[in-house]
């Protein structure tokens, strides 16, 4: 069964930096797209940034300047380098990943299950 599991989260003082990583297990040919969203308390989820297989990024606007994707393509791994942290950057951060192939066969979008980030002094 593919999954996606992330990890990396915590809490973090203000300013400060988080590394965030997401692995996709099973039996895995390809993921086109890797993701981060994000949900506040109280908040609908956000989108914060994605990569391509072949490396094309985008960000919010929030993130610009502040975050970094990346992914590994051999290992199925996406990862989110945090920094300048807020406490308004305080939410659970979910991975998703999409245009999946899997033994030859095309898997609908897949989620993991979060992990807290906390920014406070």
């Known amino acids: 069964q593919v999954q996606l599991v992330e990890s990396g989260g915590g809490l973090v003082q203000p300013g400060g930096s988080l590394r965030l990583s997401c692995a996709a297990s099973g039996s895995i040919s390809w993921i086109s797209y890797m993701a981060w969203f994000r949900q506040a308390p109280g908040k609908r989820r956000e989108w914060v940034a994605q990569?391509?297989?072949?490396?094309?990024?985008s960000y919010a606007d929030y993130a610009k300047g502040r975050f970094t994707i990346s992914r590994d393509n051999a290992k199925n791994t996406v990862q989110l380098q945090m920094s300048s942290l807020k406490p308004e950057d305080t939410a659970v951060y979910f991975c998703?990943?999409?245009?999946?192939?899997?033994?030859?066969?095309?898997?609908?979008?897949?989620w993991g299950q979060g992990t807290q980030v906390t920014v406070s002094s």
């Open positions: 998703k990943a999409w245009g999946i192939r899997s033994e030859s066969k095309s898997l609908p979008d897949l």
């Open positions: 990569i391509s297989s072949d490396g094309w990024t």
